[in-house]
Structure formats: structure tokens, C-alpha cells
């Protein structure tokens, strides 16, 4: 349910006790790293899990009732790995690397940080999911040019993903190999998109000119889908 969303006040938990919402960071993300073997992404999310770590192993070696706002103050040293986990964060990276950021010098409670950190986060998500240029432009306000300089800055930065939407943009008019090592191709068929567990999606339309979703389609199939059934 959507954080600002008027249907959480729905849930109502009972007398003395809480809902605790949970779900996977950045999963889709994680999944992309994982497929087109970009190491750049993988170790960021790499040294976030162990700081993860850290803290779940100074958290355990508490031995009272606190409440989480109140950590901070009475373990400080708690408050600087919860500062670190947030400062690996993918998105946080991500727009320090693409605005060209010194993180010594950020403020990361100010407007300007939070304005580039929500972008950073728009293009994280955007392009796997086939935004271009203009869909990222205008979900983030940006002029055109200036989201085509940050995407050329992010495929360098992460070249392997670019790679890999290549890769699958080749595939989506490529023929179909079988199991049989015999190459065909189905009436109408564009290509094929495989799920890391194995799954297969076969793309096929009349109209040539729906090359361009089938594209977007064979993208979000190769992670999103594996990231559904994980």
C-alpha cells in the first residue's frame, strides 16, 4: 500500500500492538546487478549488507527497551553505522556519482540533496524499467539535455548495463535457437526472453512497428519477473 496513501489508515493494529511493514530493498535493482554483471553495483550493495550486519550484531548486544529514535543518543556509535548504511545506499551513490558530488561536503538533510537524491532514484529505476530521455525528463523536471548528460555519465559509471540493454534489444529480433540447436522462426515471432531460473517469454505481433515495447517488455521480463518468483 502506497506510503501516502489513504487506505493504510485502514489497518488498525490492536491494542498494544504494531504493524511492522517489511519488504526487499531495492530487489529489482539487485537483480539487474546480479544479470549483467556489474560489479560496480554489486559491491556497493555488497558493503551496504555488511554494515547491515554491523549494526544487527550491535542492535543484538542491546539488552533493554528503546525506542528507535532514541538509539542515537544513547549509542552513538550505533547512530554512525546507521549513518553508513545510508550514505552506501544505491540511490545515495548513485547521485553523488551522476551530480559529481563530494560526500564530505554534502549536506544530507538539505532540499538541494534531497532534490538530487529523488532524481538519482527516477534514473535508477527509470532505465531498466525502458524510460528514455523524455519519460526521465519529465518525472524529474530536468531539461532533456541535461537527463542525457546524466544518462551518458550513468552508463559509464555502470557501463555493464548498458551492456546488457543491448544485449536485449539485439535478442528481441533475434531468431529462436530450440533445444534441438535448430534455429527457427515462429510466425509473427520477434524473440524470446529468459528468466535466470529458466522461464521463457516468446514475443509475438503482427505489427513490426511494436518492435520498441516488445523491447521494453523482453527488458522487464528478464529481471522484474525473476525478482516476482525469488
Request: proline letters at 5%; hydrophobic letters at 35%; aromatic letters at 10%.
Amino acid at each position: 500500500v502506497p506510503r501516502d496513501s489513504a487506505l493504510r489508515e485502514l489497518f488498525v493494529a490492536p491494542p498494544n500492538h504494531l504493524f511492522v511493514g517489511e519488504d526487499y530493498s531495492q530487489y529489482e535493482l539487485r537483480v539487474l546487478a546480479e544479470i549483467s554483471g556489474e560489479e560496480k553495483m554489486i559491491n556497493i550493495f555488497k558493503q551496504r549488507e555488511e554494515r547491515i550486519s554491523c549494526l544487527e550484531e550491535e542492535l543484538l548486544k542491546i539488552d533493554e527497551i528503546i525506542y528507535s529514535h532514541d538509539i542515537g543518543e544513547k549509542f552513538p556509535h550505533i547512530k554512525e553505522i546507521r549513518s553508513s548504511i545510508e550514505e552506501y545506499d544505491f540511490h545515495t551513490m548513485t547521485a553523488l556519482t551522476l551530480f559529481n558530488l563530494d560526500k564530505s561536503k554534502v549536506d544530507f538533510e538539505s532540499k538541494e540533496w534531497a532534490t538530487a537524491g529523488s532524481r538519482a532514484k527516477t534514473i535508477n529505476f527509470g532505465i531498466p524499467y525502458g524510460s528514455g530521455p523524455t519519460t526521465i525528463s519529465q518525472n524529474t523536471g530536468m531539461p532533456i539535455n541535461d537527463v542525457r548528460k546524466l544518462l551518458d555519465n550513468y552508463y559509464r559509471t555502470y557501463p555493464n548495463i548498458k551492456n546488457y540493454i543491448d544485449s536485449v534489444k539485439r535478442e528481441t529480433l533475434a531468431p529462436i535457437q530450440t533445444n534441438l540447436n535448430s534455429i527457427v522462426r515462429l510466425p509473427n515471432c520477434l524473440g524470446v526472453s529468459n528468466c535466470v531460473s529458466g522461464r521463457k517469454r516468446f514475443y509475438c505481433f503482427p505489427d513490426i512497428n511494436q518492435v520498441g515495447r516488445d523491447e521494453y517488455n523482453k527488458l522487464m521480463s528478464s529481471f522484474q519477473r525473476q525478482a516476482s518468483i525469488s
